[in-house]
């Protein structure tokens, strides 16, 4: 082992690219996308240093050209799965005693390599595969992600750092050790960084971990695996599974080697496996580690005093970018009716200006949603909103799923501040608008609070200090991510730690060290210099 006190490289946010017309950077992805669009991977199960191909495969297309594949995944059956927990086990021993820095070595060149000789290929992947406009690509696939592996480099020094007191009879010490077992990465499919973050932020602490990328990922997904075994990952730490879901969880928790479940993903979901862990609770080695973010119904609430442009142009973006298809998207507004005029008319003219289609056309704003169980989801709920009494389709409403998974920009405007779309997580591009009574703005926020059962991000929009001071307070626990003029999305590694409480999971803050800690285990170690010979203290004498 190299002898020295090591300094990281210090971390510091990527920066995004502009893709403006005629850079060199779009013509990069320009090209790699049309490379991609054109040929067709095959992607097999990486256990271990195999690349299994079980023949039992699924295609894979773009959602925004449903009938355009792009490729095929192999999937798992389960004795795979027993294969990938045994790989990741027989590989534990030499990646957990590896020295940090050599881990660190890995991770960091994962960074540099994503953001240079693949920033186009896995941009153009995500464009393909998961229907997002260059720039939404850019700051999730290349920019999140770089800064993920880069700043928990640098939490993993910080983290071996913190050491408890010591004397000059005693020397104290703390190891943060990788969990007893293995690490389950359960990732979705609307952030390529979160595909990345979860496996690799758990392997980082020095543990093995199963991962199962979602379906309508696994094209991005392939990459970053060949990212990670480029950057020098040792084969079996990081194991890539896809297949039936059911089965894979079932046969992962009921591994008595189970350490602990990495997890994006939705409310249900996450509630069955606690539930599953919890079934089998007395079969592990250890208490596994919870880690979820779920999700949410993320909130805009604006003030009287607020200026109607930064609101319209908050639910804009906050609501439509990557079509709503984010955790921390704005789904439900609240609007006082003095300012509501304006927002309307400024609102309508921003959607009325949004361009629609490929995102090889990097004029559009809004592509494809991801699928047509997505799709029809949420055509159901606006034909019931333009049914229904209470609600009105005020701005869009219109959906094709001829050629992609199109959805129209939608605005609901609801008399009724508990309507369904209020409620309900979507996950599309669909806001929901409530006008209150300007009188009404303390019995409001009340309303904002306890109207879901998710607290992920949420936002205040006001020029009144009081105003923004009191909804601080009162909406402290709806949300885990709260903004004060701005749209409730886009956090950004190292400077918002992500996460929310209630219904959105376990609020352990991905992009911070406090995510970290969780894959840790620590030992406490006491060295004691000179050790007493006799039993009897000063009080015994006579």
């Not at 047509?372 to 409403?397: C, H, M, N, P, Y």
């Not at 998710?454 to 009081?466: H, I, N």
Request: glycine content about 8%; aromatic content about 10%.
């Amino acid at each position: 082992m190299l002898k020295g006190f090591f300094h990281v490289p210090k971390a510091v946010n990527e920066p995004v690219k502009s893709y403006a017309p005629n850079s060199p950077e779009r013509a990069a992805v320009d090209a790699a996308y049309a490379a991609m669009w054109n040929s067709k991977i095959d992607v097999p199960l990486y256990i271990g240093n195999q690349e299994v191909r079980t023949g039992d495969t699924k295609t894979m297309s773009a959602p925004h050209d449903h009938k355009h594949i792009v490729g095929t995944y192999h999937q798992a059956q389960k004795s795979h799965i027993e294969d990938a927990i045994a790989t990741a086990l027989q590989a534990k021993t030499a990646w957990a005693n590896m020295a940090w820095e050599q881990r660190a070595g890995i991770f960091l060149k994962a960074a540099e390599l994503l953001a240079g000789p693949y920033r186009a290929k896995i941009n153009a992947a995500t464009m393909i595969a998961q229907s997002k406009t260059i720039y939404q690509a850019e700051i999730d696939a290349s920019c999140e992600l770089i800064d993920f592996l880069r700043f928990n480099v640098q939490y993993m020094t910080q983290i071996y750092s913190e050491q408890p007191k010591s004397t000059s009879d005693m020397w104290n010490r703390v190891e943060y050790r990788p969990l007893e077992g293995f690490v389950y990465a359960i990732t979705p499919f609307n952030f390529t960084a979160i595909a990345g973050n979860l496996p690799t932020s758990a392997a980082l602490m020095g543990n093995v971990v199963v991962w199962k990328p979602a379906a309508t990922q696994v094209y991005s997904a392939n990459l970053l695996m060949q990212i990670f075994k480029e950057a020098g990952l040792p084969n079996g730490v990081i194991n890539m599974v896809m297949g039936d879901s059911g089965m894979i969880t079932e046969t992962l928790l009921a591994s008595p080697d189970f350490a602990g479940v990495h997890f994006t993903g939705s409310t249900g979901v996450f509630n069955d496996i606690w539930a599953k862990i919890g079934t089998n609770i007395s079969k592990y080695k250890t208490y596994p580690r919870i880690v979820g973010e779920t999700g949410g119904k993320d909130f805009i609430i604006a003030h009287p005093s607020a200026n109607s442009k930064q609101v319209s142009t908050g639910i804009a973006r906050g609501a439509f970018e990557y079509q709503g298809q984010k955790c921390s998207a704005a789904s439900r507004v609240y609007v006082p009716q003095s300012l509501w005029p304006a927002v309307k008319s400024e609102l309508e003219a921003d959607l009325k200006s949004m361009k629609m289609g490929s995102p090889e056309d990097m004029s559009n704003f809004i592509t494809a949603v991801i699928s047509e169980t997505s799709f029809d989801k949420l055509a159901r709920f606006i034909d019931q909103a333009k049914k229904d009494a209470d609600a009105e389709v005020i701005i869009g409403g219109n959906y094709d799923k001829s050629k992609g998974y199109f959805i129209e920009p939608t605005v609901i405007l609801t008399t009724n501040p508990k309507y369904t779309t209020m409620e309900t997580e979507l996950f599309g591009p669909v806001v929901t608008i409530y006008v209150y009574e300007d009188a009404k703005w303390h019995e409001t926020l009340k309303l904002v609070d306890t109207t879901s059962e998710y607290a992920l991000t949420g936002a205040v929009f006001s020029q009144d200090r009081y105003a923004i001071e009191e909804a601080t307070i009162a909406l402290q626990n709806a949300a885990g991510n709260f903004y004060i003029n701005d749209k409730p999305t886009g956090a950004v590694v190292g400077m918002q730690p992500f996460g929310g409480a209630r219904g959105s999971g376990t609020n352990d803050k991905a992009g911070s060290m406090q995510n970290l800690l969780r894959w840790t285990s620590a030992r406490t170690i006491k060295e004691t210099f000179v050790t007493p010979v006799d039993y009897r203290y000063p009080f015994l004498g006579e």
